[in-house]
């Protein structure tokens, strides 16, 4: 797994390419939680390279989800597809996280 | 580098769970061993056969044979009646519409006498208790009794008594259980689940039922494998074929097909599961 960070105005930006798992799944939650300190938290994970993740994953998003509402922010999540999307509506993760189809769609939700 | 414990989870799906047949067909060429296996309700009879050390060829084949439409052919007409008659004929938690005497006779042709303890690989087999709705764990016992009460459809079966407890079938209380392989220990768990079909018509109330009974499966199905995702140290790997075509509940001339979708299922997760395995038992990304 690779992480890309990027700051698009007050809203940053965290790339993933390649699979969320056990051996993997803390780096990207403590990439997160990295990004919240003494900013506002409104993020973004783009997905749009993340070919898979495993329940460990997703306990990290929520690990994210929760700290970034916790400060007032969000994680909203960009490009989800295929067998991400899959384990996203099975776990019913779709229902509680807000997605965009890009990374831009995700950034602008916040301004409105 | 300590072995990673990997458990197998068969939901619920009826001649679906053959599925799990072209699971195990890759697991076996990529030599995964699996220390424990997990079945409900229709998943509990290819977990069992699964756990008997039969090749997928040989599960196929006895599947097949097993799992027919006529289980259900016979009909229980005291039964039927005492829908409309309940207090004439008597109605009680004893009920289903369809004698269970070809199902046990084909169970017992199947499994005869073993024991689920006596299996070479470990078999927990689940059902619900009718009375509590509680899910219920059988480790031990006759494995044609478990199958017998992980399978009582509600409605068509009459709820089994088993140790002393009514079962009802496994799917009402989870129908991917994969909470008996994560108090079980293991570290990776391949879970291979099955969403319930929508009716294309309802004009029966055998299709009405039907459609309730698909609503609260599937909407179970994914507020336990949430939790149990959410909750549990390790891994939880989902395995969810999706067919093309619709497959009805005794469809055992699709079983090809069937073994086929588990097969294209489980090899788009191939890279990702090996990982898991051969990776070492840390747990991160604990929330």
Not at chain 1, 4 to 28: E, N, Y
Not at chain 2, 36 to 44: D, E, F, Y
Not at chain 2, 174 to 192: H, N, Q
């Amino acid at each position: 797994m690779e992480l890309s960070v990027s700051q698009h105005g007050d809203v940053c930006v965290v790339g993933v390419r390649g699979s969320v798992d056990g051996s993997t799944a803390m780096q990207l939650q403590d990439t997160v939680a990295a990004q919240l300190t003494g900013s506002a938290a409104r993020m973004v994970v783009d997905c749009a390279e993340l070919e898979y993740t495993s329940s460990a994953g997703l306990r990290a998003l929520l690990a994210g989800v929760k700290e970034c509402r916790r400060q007032g922010g969000d994680l909203r999540l960009a490009a989800v597809s295929g067998g991400v999307r899959r384990v996203l509506d099975l776990s019913g993760f779709t229902g509680i996280l807000r997605i965009y189809s890009d990374v831009d769609a995700a950034v602008s939700s916040y301004a409105s | 580098m300590t072995k990673r414990k990997v458990a197998l989870v068969i939901g619920a799906g009826s001649v679906k769970c053959a599925a799990a047949i072209g699971l195990a067909r890759v697991l076996a060429r990529e030599r995964v061993d699996i220390d424990l296996i997990v079945g409900c309700s229709a998943g509990s009879i290819f977990a069992a056969l699964m756990a008997m050390g039969g090749t997928s060829d040989e599960v196929a084949a006895i599947a097949a044979r097993l799992w027919t439409r006529e289980l259900t052919s016979t009909r229980d007409t005291r039964a039927m009646l005492s829908i409309v008659l309940p207090k004439l004929l008597g109605f009680g938690e004893h009920f289903g519409m369809r004698s269970d005497r070809r199902v046990r006779a084909a169970l017992a042709d199947a499994f005869g006498d073993t024991r689920i303890e006596a299996l070479p690989t470990r078999l927990l087999i689940t059902a619900t208790d009718f009375r509590t709705g509680e899910q219920a764990v059988f480790e031990r016992g006759r494995v044609v009794d478990a199958i017998r009460a992980s399978i009582a459809i509600p409605f068509v079966f009459t709820p089994a008594e088993v140790d002393g407890r009514l079962c009802i079938d496994g799917f009402l209380s989870d129908p991917l259980p994969v909470g008996p392989a994560v108090r079980d220990g293991a570290d990776v768990i391949i879970a291979m689940g099955f969403e319930s079909n929508y009716q294309e018509r309802i004009d029966t109330p055998g299709r009405f039922a039907f459609q309730l009974s698909s609503i609260v499966t599937n909407n179970l199905l994914r507020s336990r494998y949430a939790f149990h995702s959410v909750a549990h140290h390790g891994e939880v790997i989902a395995i969810v074929p999706e067919f093309r075509e619709r497959i009805g509940l005794f469809d055992t001339a699709r079983i090809p097909y069937i073994i086929e979708e588990g097969e294209r299922a489980t090899e788009a997760m191939l890279p990702h599961l090996m990982r898991m395995i051969d990776s070492p038992a840390t747990h991160a990304g604990e929330a």
